[in-house]
C-alpha cells in the first residue's frame, strides 16, 4: 500500500495522527525508530535549519523538494509537507504538487497567505482573496497524479481578519474539496470549540502545536476527544536540538574536551550502529567484484 493510501485510510480512522515535524532525512529515520506512523516536513524548520534563517519565505520550491527526496529515500512513512503558498499562483500550485508529489509527498500543505510569507503564529502576515485560494486548493486536486495524496487547506485569516472570516474562507475551502483543513494560529478554546462544532465530522480537521505560540498547548488524546484528526508539533525537534547544541556548544567552550558532554551524545560506534554503516557496507561489498 502507498504511502498516500496509508494516510488517507488512517483519516478515516477516530484515532488522532500524532505527528512530529521533521527538516531532514536524520530526523524521519529517528522519528520513525521511535514508533511514529507519519511525519511531518516543516517548511519553517527547513528555513531555521538550512539557511539559519526565521520563517519568512526565504525557501525555494527546489530546496523542499530536494529535502522531500532525501527523506522518501530514507523512510516509507506517510510525510505531510508544508508547502507554503505553493510558491506563487495557482499554475505555480500545480507545478509544486507534481513536484513533491513525485518525490515522496503523502500530503500537501497549501496556505492563503501572499508573499513574502511568514511563520503562521507571527504577526503582520497578509492574505491572498479567498476566491484565489478557492482556485489554488482546485489547481492542487487537479494537478495531483494519485487521489490518495491529501491535499491540505489552511488559513491563516484569523490574524489578518479575525475569527468569523477565517471560519468564512474555510467553508470555501472545504466547498473547494480539499482533503483536510487547517485554521492555524487559533487563540484560544472558544475559537477551538466553534471550528470543532462548525466543521468536526464533515472534513478531517488539523490543529498546529506551538511552544510559545498563540494555540494553547494541549495533549494529543485531549486534541483527539475534541475532534480533530491530526495534530503536528511542526518546530519542536528545532527547539529541542538548539537547547542541546547550546549546552554543548558551552560545554565544549569551557572545558576544551567532550568528555564532559559524552553522556549525553551517541559515541561513534553507536552513531554508526544507529545509521546502519555495517549493513550498508555488506551491501556494497556484494557489488566489489561485479556482484559475484
Do not use: W
Not at 478554546?189 to 506551538?210: D, R, S, W
Amino acid at each position: 500500500m502507498s504511502p498516500q493510501k496509508i494516510l488517507r485510510d488512517r483519516l478515516d480512522q477516530d484515532k488522532i495522527i500524532l505527528t512530529p515535524g521533521i527538516y531532514d532525512a536524520f530526523g524521519a529515520m529517528m522519528a520513525e525508530r521511535a514508533g511514529f506512523e507519519a511525519l511531518y516536513l516543516s517548511g519553517a524548520s527547513i528555513a531555521y535549519t538550512k539557511l539559519g534563517r526565521p520563517d519568512i519565505g526565504l525557501v525555494t520550491l527546489d530546496e523542499l523538494a530536494s529535502v522531500v527526496g532525501t527523506i522518501r529515500e530514507r523512510t516509507d512513512l506517510p510525510t505531510i509537507v508544508d508547502a507554503d503558498t505553493g510558491f506563487g499562483n495557482a499554475l505555480n500550485v500545480q507545478r509544486t504538487v507534481k513536484l513533491l508529489e513525485r518525490n515522496g509527498a503523502s500530503g500537501i500543505q497549501l496556505e492563503d497567505q501572499s508573499l513574502p510569507k511568514r511563520c503562521g503564529h507571527l504577526d503582520g502576515k497578509m492574505l491572498i482573496t479567498a476566491d484565489e485560494m478557492n482556485g489554488k486548493v482546485k489547481a492542487a486536486l487537479d494537478a495531483r497524479m494519485d487521489e490518495n495524496t491529501v491535499i491540505i487547506a489552511r488559513t491563516d485569516a484569523i490574524g489578518v481578519e479575525g475569527y468569523e472570516s477565517a471560519m468564512d474562507r474555510a467553508v470555501g475551502y472545504v466547498e473547494a474539496g480539499a482533503d483536510v483543513l487547517f485554521i492555524e494560529a487559533m487563540q484560544n478554546t472558544e475559537q477551538i470549540a466553534g471550528a470543532i462544532k462548525q466543521f468536526g465530522g464533515k472534513v478531517p480537521l488539523l490543529v498546529n502545536m506551538v511552544e510559545g505560540g498563540k494555540t494553547p498547548m494541549a495533549p494529543a488524546s485531549e486534541l483527539e476527544e475534541k475532534g480533530f484528526s491530526i495534530v503536528i508539533f511542526p518546530g519542536a525537534l528545532v527547539r529541542v536540538l538548539a537547547h542541546a547544541a547550546e549546552n554543548y556548544f558551552n560545554s565544549l567552550l569551557k572545558h576544551g574536551s567532550t568528555l564532559h558532554h559524552k553522556s549525553q551524545m551517541f559515541d561513534f560506534n553507536e552513531l554508526n550502529e544507529l545509521l546502519g554503516t555495517e549493513e550498508m557496507l555488506e551491501i556494497g561489498n556484494r557489488y566489489t567484484d561485479g556482484g559475484d
